[in-house]
């Protein structure tokens, strides 16, 4: 895997091996106020990528985004969507409100989603899709 992209909100990696790209949040993203480099950010991990690619997503640590940002998420997502993703697997902890805030990006269902409690689980899923 190659890391695109390290932020201290987010990190982006791509294993064009696998066509797969890994996304994580992390802590910071609960109080950031902007992004400014998160759209470019996709877009180099997207330029590795063919169609049919996969996305696994760790959303286990952040609870929730700051609302100002959905637009940014929602572009994103309509990046993912247009470049051809095949599947998306999004991690998160039970009982923890990340995945309301997961669901409050993923608004068209141009993405399909698959939702899992690991990392381990999510990636098997994958790896046999």
Known sequence: MRVVASRPEYQLMVEPARNRIFYQNFGPMQTAQALPHYLADWQAALAEMRP???????????????????????????????????????????????????????????IPVRRFLSIWEAAQFLDYL
């Open 52 to 110: 049919g690619f996969d996305v696994l997503s760790d959303m286990q640590i952040v609870n929730q985004a700051n609302p100002t940002l959905l637009h940014e998420f929602h572009a994103s997502e309509r990046l993912i969507a247009a470049h051809g993703v095949r599947m998306l697997a999004d991690v998160h902890v039970p009982g923890r409100p990340t995945r309301r805030s997961a669901d409050e990006v993923l608004t068209d269902g141009a």
